[in-house]
């Protein structure tokens, strides 16, 4: 089992739709929890922390469940603009080591 | 403030030759991260350095591969005998400490011909 995984996708959904994606981790010690999306041929950009009672900005709901192992982002009336990878990664708090996952294509269809 | 700057951001190189690829992270970030991410892959963890302490080298594919990073500063990521395999995008990124997210550069697009 990988430590972090996602469904690659692609989510095809329509503009001004709700979609929503999990990640699941194996590890029950990990800490902190972090959103990143990636567009074509850039760098992985922070889109938001996750924090253990679940947090929310703008548009955008991440929230964690620790019983389960699974962190997971909601994405409200979507736009033409979230058409990228997002990329789930986990903080252990032995070491500075992250584990990523590798990503959800996300596509937002006009 | 500055974000974290990489250099150069493309690289064209023929097979077999040296490159060395430089990382300015964020000044006081302790924490300094190289990746690779080949076209439509997710992110390779290569090597971290974290202050004074060793660095973790576990992922460096090869020993083709090293990498430096002088006290809290720039990192320097260098690969000896370039393979074709090679050819890809080499992330940096930092971060101040553990719990804290990582700031990546624009990268390095390494093109080995």
């Known amino acids: 089992r990988k430590e972090v995984e996602q469904d690659p996708g692609p989510f095809n959904v329509p503009e001004g739709a709700t979609v929503a994606f999990n990640c699941t981790y194996s590890n029950s010690a990990s800490q902190s929890f972090f959103w990143y999306r990636q567009d074509c041929r850039k760098e992985p950009k922070l889109l938001m922390s996750?924090?253990?009672?679940?947090n929310e900005d703008g548009r955008f709901t991440a929230q964690l469940n620790r019983a389960s192992q699974y962190i997971s982002l909601l994405i409200r009336d979507s736009k033409l603009s979230d058409s990228a990878t997002y990329l789930c990664v986990v903080d252990l708090d032995s070491n500075y080591q992250l584990i990523w996952g590798a990503g959800t294509k996300l596509i937002i269809k006009p | 403030g500055a974000g974290v700057s990489q250099s150069p951001s493309n690289k064209v190189t023929e097979k077999g030759k040296d490159v060395e690829l430089r990382c300015d992270p964020i000044s006081g970030h302790t924490a300094l991260y190289w990746y690779r991410q080949r076209l439509g892959q997710g992110l390779e963890f290569l090597i971290y350095?974290?202050?004074?302490?060793?660095?973790?080298k576990s992922g460096l594919p090869s020993d083709r591969f090293s990498a430096e990073r002088t006290g809290e500063s720039v990192s320097t990521l260098t690969i000896q005998r370039t393979q074709q395999e090679d050819s890809a995008v080499y992330l940096c990124?930092?971060?101040?400490?553990?719990?804290?997210?990582?700031?990546f550069g624009n990268g390095t697009r390494l093109t080995v011909t």
């Open positions: 990124a930092s971060r101040t400490d553990l719990n804290s997210p990582l700031h």
């Open positions: 996750v924090y253990s009672s679940g």
């Open positions: 350095f974290q202050g004074n302490s060793a660095p973790d």
